[in-house]
DNA sequence: AGATGCATGTAAATCGTTACATGATTCA
DNA sequence: TGAATCATGTAACGATTTACATGCATCT
């Protein structure tokens, strides 16, 4: 998908310097980029460069300058040209799903020790978001529509973890089924 | 997390050349990766520079040379201590969540019209993939452990695939209903 | 004194995809 | 004859991450 198309969408809600851009990313779930510079500074470069945006600079006495970005028409016409193309499939390629393909050798101690492991991370992630959620995240909601649009990717993105959860309980329990039997007689 | 792992796990399994990797991967739901040469082989000339593998060339009649690769001890313990590593935190983001994110300007008729095309194609790789499952992708079972694990890898991938479909139902509910209300009075 | 926030950028590396290139065989 | 399968590889590009670099202000 690029970042390119991610960024116009925050251009077209309102202006935005590159620094807010990158905060926006690094802290949404939904749209998660990782915390990096080069990637939105060089994008709305580029973006510049093919008169989607266009720039302000803003001196500020006591903090650095800041550039602050604008969408253009040229930007908007972009962005809905984008909008109206097929949308790409999600590949479902998860890293936990791999290790645990491959886990035939490891024993079921070690294995229950590193579900454990991601199943925590995945929650702290989830807990985190939900509560990001609850005390409401910078979004637009220009109108009532926009905002259950928000509301659905939010759902999104908090379905998707909980999906994993799921998917994490039943492999436990799958586990320990044919963990526990043996344990039965055993009493002390 | 890499290509370099999934091709250790397979050759973990048993030795295979970079033509059959390349087909695994390239079939895989819960594996995939592109039907790209460039990475496969490449990794796998890596993997044999490192001592994680070895090659061996089997000359056929009137085939191409096969190169067929077996994973070494040294291959093993990296498979191994990578199993043992923690796993990463998948990504939610989702081109269509995204594109929803951004569709203020979108009117419903349209916005339904994209949410049916990506809705369409979802159904029709879930559909694919059960089927494949249905008739049994080459998987590992050397003992009852693996083949649930296996299982459960697959229950993964259609459990996301699912999940983005209920989200995707939802979500035309949500749009029909705010769409329907107006149009009640109106009887030709 | 040291960490954190504001604000910009660059360098280097890895990961991943699409497309190109070759050449024999087999099937329609 | 033309397409598909088998089998290897390379080139070029694009996407993404981690880390480096600067400099001032504020908070602990």
Known sequence: MSIRYALLGFLSWKPFAGYDLKKLLSNSLSFHWSGNNNQVYGTLIQLHKDGAVSIEVLQQEKL?????????ERGLEELNAWLRSPAELPL???DFATRLAWAFSLPDPQLLAILDGYEASVEAHLTLYRERCRRGEPAPARDLREAALWESV???????YESEMRWLRELRLKIMRWDAPPLSPKSE
Do not use: D
């Open 92 to 94: 479902a390629r998860n």
């Open 154 to 160: 939010q759902e999104h993105a908090i379905g998707f």
């Open 64 to 72: 650095p300058t800041r550039k602050v970005y604008t969408i253009t």
